[in-house]
């Protein structure tokens, strides 16, 4: 079984900074791309930024430049540095990855969430 756990959430004014992290736990041989996604009150969830294991990383047009995903593979983690928050990033925010298991059973995997709320 292959758990993703997300956690660095917080409340932060106009802005601030937050780091996200997300650590993939379980019988897990390798871990394909990792990513980000938000869900607003209302919205549709969305890609936020993605990562593979190799190759370039990718970002939605609206964290360019403020937002950086990155991983560590020896800890099967992800983390995504949050800049210059805005309002507008308010959102429950998802990990993903694309994982294969040591059952050679390769799938997608969803976190539960960690909420950011930009406010002042």
């Known amino acids: 079984q292959v758990q993703l756990v997300e956690s660095g959430g917080d409340l932060v004014q106009p802005g601030g900074s937050l780091r996200l992290s997300c650590a993939a736990s379980?019988?897990?041989?390798?871990?394909?791309?990792m990513g980000w996604y938000r869900q607003a009150p209302g919205k549709q969830r969305e890609l936020v930024a993605r990562?593979?294991?190799?190759?370039?990383?990718m970002y939605d047009d609206s964290v360019k430049g403020r937002f950086t995903i990155s991983r560590d593979n020896a800890q099967n983690t992800v983390y995504l540095q949050m800049n210059s928050l805005q309002p507008e990033d308010t959102a429950v925010y998802y990990c993903?990855?694309?994982?294969?298991?040591?059952?050679?059973?390769?799938?997608?995997?969803w976190g539960r969430g960690t909420q950011v709320t930009v406010s002042s």
């Open positions: 993903n990855a694309d994982i294969t298991t040591s059952s050679w059973v390769r799938r997608n995997y």
């Open positions: 379980g019988n897990i041989f390798s871990i394909y791309a």
């Open positions: 990562i593979p294991n190799g190759g370039s990383t």
